[in-house]
Nanobody, 122 residues
Framework: VQLQASGGGLVQAGSSLRLSCAAS????????LGWFRRVPGTERELAAG????????LYGDSVKGRFIISRDNAKKTVYLQMNSLKPEDTAVYYC????????????????WGQGTLVTVSS
């Protein structure tokens, strides 16, 4: 499975941004998908995850209530709608895939996209 993330950019605090991650190869509908983020010098952390059937989602405490993860199996794409952005949301965002179930751990994910940079100015 190849993953291609897009949609990052420079925005002001309080703005919204939507990230997309398009997949090719594999059976997209059988994969759980996650959006991780990494600030330089820190470990990747899960921002949001969604199970293969879309029935289970995970959100990191710092993004809960502001970010929404969704998937469109027909388009083989996972989205991360980011609202009320804060400067501390500045990071490189990566999409990742693993079979079926969500996981908080980046080590559980098999496939990774290349990352897209989100910068939120104050």
């Amino acid at each position: 499975v190849q993953l291609q993330a897009s949609g990052g950019g420079l925005v002001q605090a309080g703005s919204s941004l939507r990230l997309s991650c398009a997949a090719s190869g594999g059976t997209f509908s059988l994969y759980a998908l996650g959006w991780f983020r990494r600030v330089p010098g820190t470990e990747r952390e899960l921002a949001a995850g969604i199970s293969w059937n879309g029935l289970s989602t995970l959100y990191g405490d710092s993004v809960k209530g502001r970010f929404i993860i969704s998937r469109d199996n027909a388009k083989k794409t996972v989205y991360l709608q980011m609202n009320s952005l804060k400067p501390e949301d500045t990071a490189v965002y990566y999409c990742a895939a693993r079979s079926y179930r969500n996981s908080w751990s980046p080590g559980d994910y098999t496939y990774w996209g290349q990352g897209t940079l989100v910068t939120v100015s104050s």
